[in-house]
Every structure is written in structure tokens, then in C-alpha cells.
């Protein structure tokens, strides 16, 4: 907005927002499994799970003393972390586990700060964790598709109406919640046919010498346990 201060946009970010209509919470509750669902649509809105997977890699590398070397994104939804250090120990298996659990963590998070009001603090999280990313992404799509998504909150956030925001912040929290589960049915189906060996399950088994599937049922259970209290959160419960 035309000369808003510092101090009204602190405000304005971390204040609190009226509660949406339930009907809008269901509703884009219901657009999202609609997204999720049909492969069509999910091949290319799987893109957006793909930036928070590889951002929690990210993350957490950085968070337990590892070098951040860089993060691509691939236009097939794939994507790759690199971090320097010890090939080993719990910085490297926390980072290894941190992709698949990620996005529905985050939906997670998200849904905490919808459910206490604060629309345009979770609009606004994204836009940072965004912009934190994009200095470590090193190839061209990566960068336009983090770019976009970070214009898209961005543009939402400063100049829609509340009900503009509220529908789209709930949105992308259903999103992140229902799109974390369904890549991890992915990595089992791909891991039943022996197409992925160097998934991020295989290599947190030889981390550990534990049985891959192990970690699949981490991960499983951590999206299914995320979803279960966002919905719990969002439509309160």
C-alpha cells in the first residue's frame, strides 16, 4: 500500500484477521484434494511440494552445521539438495530426513497460524522462507518457479481483499497438507518396483542400518499425523 510506514506493516503482518466463513475453509479444502488427486493436475502442482521438500533439506542442513552447497529444481518435479560435511551422524540423517517430511510439517504450521487469526503472518512466512531459498537455488527453472510462487503470496498479500487472502492462504495450507502425503504413496509404489534406489528412505536405511521401509512408515505417519491436526485446526475441531 502507498505510503504505509515500517511500523503499520509490522503491524498489519503480525496482527490477527477475522476468522473466514467455514463455508471458504471447506471449500478450499476441496479445491486442493481436487488439485492433489487427479495426475493430470498433480504433475504440475507437485512443483510446489517439490520447492518445500527440498527447502526442508535445506533447512535443516544448514540448521545442523552442514554446508549448503546449492538446490536445483527440475521441471520434472524432481529436485536435489547438496550439503557438505560428514557423510554421516545425526546432521546427515536429519537432513535426509527432512524432505518428505517437510511439506506437511509446514501445512502443519501454517494451519497453527490460520487457526490463531494470523492470515498474513502465514502469507508473509512463505514469502521469507521463499526468498531465504531462492539465494541457494543454481539452476534457471528453479529459480523462475521460486520466483513465481514468492510473486504469487507476495501479490495476494499486498493487494487482494481479506477474503482474496484468506481463501488463498487457506488454500496453500490444504495444499501442503494433502500434497504431503501422496509422495510418499509415490516413493513406496517406485520403491516396490526397484526405481528408487538412492530415494531419500534407502539412503537414511544405510545411514542408520534400519530397514528402508521404516523410514517410508516415518513418513507416512508424519503426513498422516500432520493432516489429521490441520484439518483439526482449520475447521476447528
Not at 510506514?5 to 496482527?15: F, I, Q
Not at 498433480?42 to 544448514?62: D, F, K, P, S
Not at 537432513?95 to 487457526?115: E, I, R, V
Amino acid at each position: 500500500m502507498e505510503g504505509t510506514s515500517l511500523g503499520e506493516l509490522w503491524d498489519r503482518v503480525v496482527g490477527t484477521q477475522p476468522d473466514p466463513s467455514e463455508w471458504l475453509v471447506v471449500v478450499t479444502g476441496l479445491v486442493a484434494l481436487s488439485v492433489v488427486l487427479p495426475w493430470g493436475i498433480w504433475r504440475v502442482a507437485r512443483n510446489a511440494v517439490t520447492i518445500a521438500h527440498e527447502g526442508g533439506h535445506g533447512l535443516v542442513a544448514v540448521l545442523t552445521g552442514r554446508r549448503l552447497e546449492g538446490i536445483r529444481l527440475h521441471s520434472d518435479t524432481s529436485g536435489l539438495t547438496v550439503s557438505r560435511g560428514k557423510p554421516s551422524g545425526l546432521g546427515m540423517v536429519l537432513t535426509a530426513a527432512s524432505g518428505y517430511t517437510a511439506p506437511p510439517l509446514l501445512g502443519l504450521a501454517g494451519a497453527w497460524l490460520l487457526a490463531d487469526g494470523r492470515i498474513t503472518a502465514a502469507l508473509w512466512g512463505a514469502i521469507a522462507l521463499l526468498a531465504a531459498m531462492l539465494l541457494m537455488i543454481r539452476n534457471a527453472y528453479g529459480v523462475v518457479t521460486v520466483v513465481l510462487t514468492g510473486a504469487a503470496f507476495f501479490l495476494v498479500s499486498w493487494l487482494t481483499e481479506p477474503d482474496v487472502q484468506a481463501a488463498f492462504a487457506y488454500g496453500a495450507v490444504w495444499f501442503l497438507l494433502l500434497g504431503g502425503v501422496r509422495p510418499v504413496f509415490e516413493l513406496q509404489r517406485k520403491r516396490r518396483r526397484g526405481e528408487a534406489p538412492q530415494s531419500d528412505a534407502d539412503q537414511l536405511g544405510r545411514l542408520t542400518h534400519t530397514p528402508a521401509g521404516l523410514w517410508v512408515l516415518l513418513f507416512y505417519v508424519v503426513a498422516l499425523c500432520a493432516l489429521a491436526g490441520g484439518a483439526r485446526w482449520l475447521l476447528d475441531l
